[in-house]
């Protein structure tokens, strides 16, 4: 095997010589927001959309909600699939010990940016992985501090408009359109 040019290692991820082969995974979700993430990075995939009860128990804290739903998630679709590497991943944003969940329309949208705006938050992320209904299923959580800029009414209206789904009007999808600043 010869060693990579550098300039073919800095080409877009999609169409540079790649050092090793990376195995396809299946994306254990309908999130357009995390294939564009593997996308990016030029990761090969499947994605399939497991049908689960996403409602947070009651007296259940961020972490734990998103590790039970990354872990259903990855069970859901090992049921479905045998032997590929499964992910799956759930996020929450959580302000003044307040747990952001999906807002169930436009009006709880633009609260949580209300809210937002200016602030700093934590936004939490279960991930679990999988290969297959017979391997064990590892869970992970990962909390980031971030801080929106402040946002204008109008901007506010914007991000809050910009989704069709209230369900991708989270907090992934803010942090793509909303200014901010990582800690």
């Known amino acids: 095997m010869s060693v990579p040019d550098p300039d073919d290692l800095a080409a877009r991820p999609s169409t540079r010589q790649r050092i090793i082969e990376l195995p396809k995974i299946v994306l254990a979700s309908g999130s357009p927001r995390r294939a564009e993430i593997l996308r990016t990075v030029g990761w090969p995939f499947e994605m399939m959309s497991p049908e689960i009860d996403e409602t947070r128990r009651t007296s259940e804290d961020a972490v734990t909600y998103v590790q039970r739903l990354a872990r259903s998630k990855a069970e859901t679709v090992a049921q479905r699939v045998s032997s590929s590497l499964i992910v799956a991943a759930d996020t929450t944003v959580v302000i ?22 200016g602030q700093w938050h934590q936004v939490i992320t279960g991930v679990a992985i999988t290969e297959g209904a017979t391997s064990q299923i590892k869970v992970a959580c990962e909390t980031t501090e971030v801080k929106f800029a402040t946002m204008s009414q109008g901007f506010r209206d914007s991000a809050r408009d910009s989704s069709n789904e209230f369900a991708e009007t989270t907090s992934m999808s803010w942090g793509c359109r909303c200014v901010c600043f990582t800690r």
């Not at 969940?101 to 709880?108: A, H, I, L, R």
């Open 96 to 117: 003044n010990e307040e747990i952001l969940e999906k807002p169930g329309d436009q009006d709880d949208a633009g609260r949580m940016l209300r809210k937002l705006s």
